[in-house]
């Protein structure tokens, strides 16, 4: 048993779609929840700066004495997860592997898509991760540069949304029998992208998948929460405006929340 | 990634359940495999016994190189799996956690039953794992000394263990909505106990439940064993006569397989 909270980092809001995804499977656990919406998005940045910012928001939660990081956002984990992991002495989870696991179950053909930010689909690191484990794959991966912004912009359901998915995803339909959303913010657009590339194509959410890995090592590491405690006090921090976090995160998730603003 | 074999260790044939579903869901790791069938069943003897002789079958696997060890026996991880655990450097998963957690998943009304061999149910591990992730949860837990020995001496479609069943699951019939198989070597008894227990009683075969996560660990840990390497060279040793375990175990994995007698 552990009480600590759990701490999960985004570039912005994409990674509420993980968070929501908690409140569901493990509403024990209790939150802290850091979004960097004053530099969002991160997926046309370099390396060196992601690398840079990132670690000011694993820093930010480790004086907040968190039991374990999720680095909600596929751009940070893409890379910086593995040095994270290496240095922290607490469990630090991504979002790449528990998605690139569940796409190589899902197939049938063998032909896995991936979409994600520039830096996500330029790291390789789906492709990586799915042909380390399945090298018989293929994979066909696909940079989205302005599906985070419309999200961040909270214009998810707007003709300018729906225009913008139907043309990306273009050069993937009928292509994949699974789509890796491999940017937390995508599911958020799910409903538009399941349209354009087919009620059949199975789209893997990253972010939900990692739930199932954090519950999985909450077990192996001892440190699941007691549900007797006092109810779960979530926390939200962003860099930028806490209204238009507040106002995003609320629609998604379906419940009140208390943002805070935070300079890294 | 990490090409080593995982080992798997038993106080007979029961943990070959756990390898069955390996091959299921991870057929491109190597086992390696030891059951203690000369001292089986565990359940009965004394804890410092099922300790001692656990941690024999858990040195023998270490001088195999192995990266990983699983104690595909619930008799065996309800004593000493936390101290095999904490004393290791590689990661050493027990059946119990898997099963609670998806117990507590998987039950509607709260109703949670465990059979188990005698040891696992004094222990009253299960109860504990189930009741600090959810304490709302009643568990009724029964001990079935006569199961494993049936499965072990390969009688498990004869009328006797029909009648074995059938008087020793009596008193949770209509009790409970979800039924641990708390010990590995149930799921061989497994069409005669859901018949007794009845179709809409879900059974939760644990060591099942543990494949999952070790999928999931092996993913934590980048020890996946690369698929590009030569077919995984499975090995089987027991304590006693390797005719008799291999008899059992080409029967239910439905593969031949070469068994090697070990003495510890």
Redesign the interface.
């Known amino acids: 048993?552990d009480n600590r909270p759990i701490g999960f980092l985004d570039s912005g809001v994409g990674g509420l779609t993980v968070v929501k995804e908690m409140f569901k499977q493990l509403p024990e656990e209790e939150i802290i929840f850091i979004g960097d919406q004053a530099r969002a998005p991160y997926g046309p940045r370099p390396a060196e700066q992601i690398r840079e910012y990132t670690w000011q928001m694993v820093n930010f939660l480790l004086t907040q004495n968190v039991k374990m990081i999720v680095i909600a956002c596929n751009t940070a984990t893409a890379v910086v997860w593995k040095e994270i992991k290496e240095q922290l002495s607490i469990?630090v989870?991504g979002v790449i592997?528990?998605g690139a696991?569940a796409a190589i179950k899902s197939t049938q053909t063998g032909k896995i898509g991936v979409i994600g930010t520039p830096m996500t689909v330029k790291s390789d690191t789906y492709r990586d991760k799915i042909q380390?484990?399945?090298?018989?794959m293929e994979v066909e991966s696909l940079s989205c540069p302005k599906f985070a912004p419309i999200v961040e912009s909270n214009q998810m359901t707007s003709s300018v949304a729906k225009k913008v998915v139907y043309e990306t995803l273009a050069p993937l339909v009928g292509k994949v029998d699974t789509l890796i959303l491999g940017c937390t913010h995508y599911p958020l657009l799910r409903p538009i992208i399941q349209n354009v590339m087919g009620q059949s194509v199975k789209l893997i959410d990253s972010g939900a998948e990692t739930v199932?890995?954090i519950?999985?090592?909450l077990?192996?590491f001892e440190i699941?929460r007691?549900?007797?405690q006092k109810e779960a006090q979530h926390h939200f921090y962003t860099t930028a405006s806490p209204k238009g976090f507040k106002e995003i995160a609320e629609q998604w998730m379906g419940r009140k929340i208390t943002v805070e603003h935070i300079d890294l």
Chains 1, 2 share one sequence.
Request: zero cysteines; proline letters at 14%.
């Open positions: 048993m469990p989870l592997l528990p696991s380390r484990l399945a090298p018989e199932h890995d519950s999985v090592l077990n192996y699941n007691n549900r007797k």
